[in-house]
């Protein structure tokens, strides 16, 4: 570590509530004895004790280590020119997907000097932009450009947060590259970073332009649809063109497959091409809504509305003596419930916030573990069935049309009393669009799904106060929470078709921003050293 390495690290530094813009300033003085230069390592909130809230810190002395990104990871990659022998010009890496996976793949790839093509079905984030927000206004769902598909990946249309439970060195390395991009410097220090839909737009754009900068090429609009295989080893890609439907066909040696959760279309046609697969767990639900009031107070008690206390959040779980779990998932405080489906006859739900979560409701998914012998057939695309089937039969409830059927808690507790949180102008909102229609969750959710979740809403309450309020909001069907298949992959991280390297959570290897970037990274450090 060069000049600006950390002289010394200090944790535990605590910031009570209210003290004011220079408290950390003051306790960094009275520490060191002295005006020293610091930085931030590490801040979190501890809400434990409501009464006494504060900050937590680790600072590091010395100016704050510059962001480096991918460079470090990619220093021992063979270099390209070497590989040309013969004089036969190496075939270009291909990359199917941009989403977090696809994007970190290509990126590596760039930075190592393999200039990729990276395929995308899915439009540019700005054009993808305007499709999203002409469906949330109640027109037509474009099945290519959408919250699921197009330049960003699944990701983009969230509230980006960048938590993961993965430990890996590669994690600092997206999440600097993230605000090399443009995400906001916090994000390496925040103990629950997120980024927010509105600013991951321009992260989405700067890591192109870095790709691009660097030899990578994008196509949009560009769909992977088959390829030719020589003796179980890749020799060529076919490619359509998503407005046309004209096709083409181009050589490829290595191709890295980071296709997403919902890429059906693809997913069966690697079956068909004989790619080994198998189904995997995933959950569905519905996504509950309260108002982000509740939660603050839930978690910070007389403290809530404080100015320097971010929105709130939760995580909460619990096994039932059916053998089902039921958790939530993917909360986003002060954000919306939005329509991520990517199929013109299906209904599927999500959630996204603001970088600033300044939004009046507070979301997550309320989920229950699902597992192939839930699934129609044990087949690796039963999983796929039964989400379709979920999304479908919620469509059709709707009349045909993309509004979610959404209902108060109380409908599904059977109950509608509750001792009155706050007085009733507080109940929320529903925050879907294009809208919604009352329709109850157990017409197109399993029993054994709508059972758990009837069972685990009053064991929430008891976590948090007014989680099981009757004026709760359940609006669904969640089915993506992760992919039902996996695409099976050896310890070099090729599939059972050689040059072919399935990564991210599409793959069934990854869950999340992070690691699925992660994920996208080390398949493309095993790519870097085969013998092609
Ligand atoms: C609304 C929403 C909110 C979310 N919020 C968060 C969050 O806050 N934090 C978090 O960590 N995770 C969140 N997630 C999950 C996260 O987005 C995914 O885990 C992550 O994006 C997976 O990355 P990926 O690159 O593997 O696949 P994806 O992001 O799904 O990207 C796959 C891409 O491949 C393209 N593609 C598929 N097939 C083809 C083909 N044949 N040819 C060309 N292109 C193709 C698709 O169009 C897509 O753009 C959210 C997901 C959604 C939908």
Not at 24 to 51: I, M, N, P
Request: aromatic letters at 6%; a neutral charge.
């Amino acid at each position: 570590m060069s000049r600006q390495e950390i002289s010394r690290r200090v944790d535990g530094i605590r910031i009570p509530l209210g003290a004011g813009p220079d408290a950390l300033d003051r306790a960094v003085f009275a520490l060191y004895g002295s005006r020293t230069a610091y930085h931030v390592l590490r801040r979190s909130v501890d809400a434990r004790v409501k009464t006494r809230i504060c900050f937590v810190y680790s600072v590091g002395t010395g100016l704050a280590p510059v962001p480096v990104g991918l460079s470090p990871l990619l220093a021992d990659a063979p270099s390209f020119a070497l590989r040309a022998v013969g004089g036969d010009p190496l075939v270009r890496p291909v990359v199917v997907g941009t989403g977090p996976a696809g994007m970190f793949a290509g990126l590596s790839l760039a930075m190592a000097g393999r200039r990729p093509i990276l395929l995308e079905q899915g439009k540019d984030v700005d054009t993808r932009a305007q499709d999203v927000a002409r469906f949330f206004a109640g027109g037509s769902l474009d099945p290519t450009s959408n919250v699921q598909f197009g330049e960003g990946g699944a990701g983009t249309f969230s509230d980006g947060k960048l938590t993961t439970g993965i430990r890996d060195p590669r994690v600092a390395a997206v999440l600097q590259e993230l605000v090399l991009a443009g995400a906001p410097d916090e994000i390496l220090w925040s103990s629950r970073p997120h980024v927010g839909t509105d600013r991951l737009h321009g992260v989405v754009r700067n890591i192109r332009r870095k790709i691009e900068a660097l030899g990578g090429e994008y196509r949009f609009g560009h769909r992977f649809c088959g390829a030719g295989l020589e003796a179980e080893r890749l020799r060529t890609v076919r490619v359509q063109l998503t407005d046309s439907g004209s096709e083409y066909e181009m050589e490829c040696r290595q191709l890295v497959l980071a296709v997403g959760h919902s890429a059906r279309q693809t997913l069966r046609l690697l079956a068909e091409l004989g790619f080994a697969m198998e189904p995997k767990p995933f959950s569905v639900g519905v996504r509950i809504e309260h108002p982000q009031r509740w939660i603050d107070q839930a978690q910070y008690g007389s403290a809530a509305g404080h100015p320097d206390l971010p929105p709130a959040e939760y995580k909460l779980s619990c096994h039932l003596a059916s053998g089902r779990s039921v958790y939530t998932f993917c909360m986003c405080p002060g954000g919306v419930v939005v329509a991520a489906s990517s199929t013109p006859d299906g209904i599927v739900t999500n959630g996204m916030s603001s970088f600033l979560r300044d939004g009046p409701n507070a979301n997550s998914a309320l989920l229950v573990a699902v597992t192939s012998a839930d699934y129609p057939d044990g087949s690796a695309m039963g999983g796929i069935a039964y989400q379709e089937k979920i999304e479908r039969d919620a469509w059709r409830l709707a009349g045909g049309s993309h509004l979610a059927p959404s209902v108060r808690a109380g409908v599904m507790l059977g109950h509608s009393s509750a001792a009155p949180h706050e007085t009733p102008v507080q109940r929320p909102e529903p925050s879907y669009r294009p809208g919604v229609v009352a329709i109850a969750p157990d017409t197109y959710l399993p029993g054994y799904v709508v059972d758990a979740m009837r069972e685990a809403l009053p064991l929430f309450g008891r976590k948090i106060r007014g989680f099981d309020h009757p004026d709760a909001l359940l609006t669904g069907p969640e089915t993506r929470s992760s992919s039902p298949v996996r695409l099976l992959r050896g310890a070099d991280g090729q599939a059972s078709v050689s040059g072919v390297y399935p990564c991210g959570e599409g793959a069934g290897y990854a869950g999340g921003i992070v690691s699925s970037a992660v994920d996208g990274i080390r398949t493309v450090q095993a790519m870097l050293h085969e013998n092609i």
